[in-house]
């Protein structure tokens, strides 16, 4: 074992025992050691045994440990604290602008473990509210942990697609006698984007050309399919058809595997058919148009059969924002600028649910202070009518399922979302047992990102899907198509069955400023996947219906 290796093991080592809030003597002590021998004129390797124990800065604990290494190539004492440290903390030690003292505060107080949990905490504003953290330092670390999630090769279609437009006009603008058209994962609209595909009209060769000057690396190639990767670490898929071909090619390659074969046996559409558009397509085949966001399942192809498609919900649908939160919590801006932001976009109501007292974390409303921010929106509802800012609370659900105020309380309020934020590590039947008896609660109206997963970050804990959709079909609780690009949680596959058992969904941004709102579309994007209408979505609903919803809320609690 080198030098270089030893000085990293200890330097390490110092750190973890920061982190873990360990004796902060030895901890320097391993430190100076690791700068020591990082700076040695010669190998450990090559002294004798005794004159280790000699160097100016390693006593006998550090020397026996530097024996340890050199004799067995470990380090027992770094192999335990690697043992009790989350894989997550580890990879914070990487991102610039972090040191150990942050991360300990970061794991201790804010109970984050993976870089994925630390970004959208830096996008719910959550480390300002910590000694030690400024707005300044929260950007840098939100820069410095997109940019490393970056060189991970799988995006989430927000991250995605503006690279996806702008890759898209510069083809265009360079093949201007040639066709392109994106396909695949971005066309159908998934949550989760790992290649980048277009169909084209232009040769693979001509495209490894065009790629190669671009400082591309070919990744794979066959006659008709090439794909590449550049600097911004994203794989671009490109399927090459014929002109005559292109729709028919468009067509295979927006569907899903599963779609795709169902279609082939279902249909017996001729792919070698130079059709003029996928109208024709379904038109041939005697089948309704089915959306390229819902060629997931092979189901809808035999709904599309029988009958024309609901017309699904799309983004202008959205008439209110539910689920907001204001900088008394831990949002960006002030609740009056949160209304005069939903004003400005047409909407006609605001659901202001701050988060409640258990989240300590982010600032929760003690009760005194809830009263406090009542008394704020009726004096802006005098102003602002006939736009209306609903009083709401995203309380906590507890480990033993209650919500974390007082019946009298949550009277109070016109919609409650209970939400788990905390004691995420749970088997299925903690899990089942907290939500369960959450959305029995009366006071409960919505059911907070049902999970609490976190894409490519964090996955949620384990739940039975159709027991939690038939518990809100029986208590009359919505179900939160959490928006926000990294949660998308209820998880789309599963909506299906909620509208069966006519349970409401609610598309919800969980914004915590005003230019979270426009998240509301992606969870528009997704819930399209579903089949979602915007007669389901309780966020679609006009400020009077959604007045009605909350009066049949109000009565449940009596």
Known sequence: ????????????????????????????????????????????????????????????????????????????????????????????LGIK??????????????????????????????????????????????????????????YLFEQIESFAQSVDEKLKTSFPNSRFALTGEFRRQMEIIHTLEWVSTVSVVELKTFFSTHEFETISATDDYISFRGKENVTLGFHCTKPPLFIS???????????????????????????????????????????PAQREKATIIHQAKSAKLPDLIQPGDIKGIIHSHSNWSDGVNTLEQMANGAMEKGLEYLVISDHSKS???????????????????????????????????????????????????????????????????????????RLLRAIENPFTTILGHMTGRLLLSRNGYPVNHQKIIEACAANQVAIELNAHPRRLDIDWRWIDYALEKNVLISINPDAHSIDGFDDCRYGVLVAQKAGLTKEKNLSSCSLQAIEKFIEGQQAKRK
């Not at 005794?50 to 020397?63: V, W």
């Not at 309380?395 to 019946?407: A, F, P, R």
């Open 249 to 291: 090619k468009y067509f295979q390659t927006s569907c899903s595997p599963d779609f795709l074969i169902a279609w082939n046996e279902v249909s017996h559409w001729d792919a070698s058919f130079a059709y003029q558009s996928e109208s024709e397509i379904f038109s041939t085949a005697n089948i309704n148009p089915i959306s």
């Open 97 to 154: 602008g972090i040191g150990p003292k942050k991360i300990a505060t970061i794991w201790k107080e804010l109970e984050i473990e993976s870089l994925g949990e630390l970004l959208y905490a830096c996008d719910e504003n959550r480390l300002t509210l910590y000694k030690g953290f400024g707005e300044k330092s929260q950007q840098n670390i939100k820069e410095a942990i997109e940019f490393y999630l970056g060189t991970m090769g799988k």
């Open 359 to 433: 989240a300590f974390y982010a600032n929760g409303l003690s009760e005194e202070r809830i009263r406090a921010q009542h008394r704020q929106i009726e004096e802006l509802n005098a102003r602002f009518s006939p736009f209306k800012i609903f009083k709401s609370i995203e309380s906590d659900i507890l480990n033993d399922g209650s919500l974390d105020y007082s019946d009298q309380l949550l009277a109070g309020f016109d919609l409650v979302i209970a939400s788990v934020h905390s004691n995420l590590k749970m088997t299925e039947e903690k899990a089942m047992m």
């Open 1 to 92: 074992m080198d030098n270089t290796i030893i000085s990293e093991n200890f330097s390490l080592l110092a750190k973890l025992m920061d982190i873990h809030g360990d004796n902060s003597f030895k901890a320097r002590s391993y430190a100076t050691a690791a700068f020591t021998i990082d700076k040695l004129p010669s190998p450990l390797s090559e002294l004798p045994l005794e004159k280790i124990f000699l160097i100016r800065g390693i006593g006998d604990a550090i020397g026996k440990n530097i024996v340890e290494q050199l004799e067995t190539g470990e380090l027992s004492i770094l192999k335990e604290y690697l043992q009790k440290t989350p894989a997550g903390i580890l990879d914070m």
